[in-house]
């Protein structure tokens, strides 16, 4: 089982659609989660960090579920300037050190 | 507007070349980091450096060699590269490397080796 695992899709959705995405770590001793996005060609750029409680930023909403070590991101009106690739990423604290996990991304295309 | 500077922002070179990248972050941060993201590869975590000592060091070839000589500043040095590590490189910084705060990302070097 990868450590970080997220679809790749890509989720094509049209303009002011909500869409979800889901990563599953591995590791139970995660201790911190975010999200980024990133571009084509582009350096990835933090989009937010994924709080217990969850935690919500304009259109965008992160959750954390423990018991089942997955988070989520949900984007409610989407634009077409949200066609991106998201970023799933865990740090977990392991006998060598913290380490800080990438999943492979989830691309969203959003459509007129 | 970036805080994490990265240069040059394109690189091509042959495998006996010897060139270097060059990071500055202006973030006050503490950590920094090397990544390389090659096509439809997550990324992956190269050198980590906390108050310019480094702290990681996941496996990477010789022919990479970091250089961190102040906590604003890190080095790649490359010599002798192979067409595979042909990628985008990434540098980052974080307030600490205890993970618990999110690291900013500079646009990248990408590298191509004929």
């Known amino acids: 089982r990868k450590e970080v695992e997220q679809d790749p899709g890509p989720f094509n959705v049209p303009e002011g659609a909500t869409v979800a995405f889901n990563c599953t770590y591995s590791?139970?001793?995660?201790?911190?989660f975010f999200w980024y996005r990133q571009d084509c060609r582009k350096e990835p750029k933090l989009l937010m960090s994924v709080y217990s409680s969850g935690n919500e930023d304009g259109r965008f909403t992160a959750q954390l579920n423990r018991a089942s070590q997955y988070i989520s991101l949900l984007i409610r009106d989407s634009k077409l300037s949200d066609s991106a690739t998201y970023l799933c990423v865990v740090n977990m604290l392991t006998g060598g050190g913290n380490k800080l996990t990438f999943g492979t991304g989830t691309q969203l295309k959003v459509e007129l | 507007e970036t805080g994490v500077t990265q240069t040059p922002r394109h690189l091509v070179m042959g495998m006996t070349n010897k060139k270097s990248l060059k990071c500055e972050q202006h973030?006050?941060?503490?950590?920094m980091y090397w990544y390389k993201q090659s096509a439809k590869k997550p990324l992956e975590l190269m050198f980590v450096y906390s108050l310019e000592e480094r702290v990681e060091n996941n496996s990477v070839p010789s022919r990479f060699s970091p250089e961190c000589p102040n906590s604003s500043h890190l080095f790649l040095h490359l010599h002798t590269l192979q067409p595979e590590d042909s990628a985008l490189y990434l540098c980052?910084?974080?307030?600490?490397?205890?993970?618990?705060?999110?690291?900013?990302f500079g646009d990248g070097t990408r590298l191509s080796i004929l």
């Open positions: 973030l006050g941060h503490n950590a």
């Open positions: 590791n139970s001793a995660s201790q911190s």
């Open positions: 980052a910084s974080s307030q600490d490397w205890t993970g618990a705060q999110p690291q900013h």
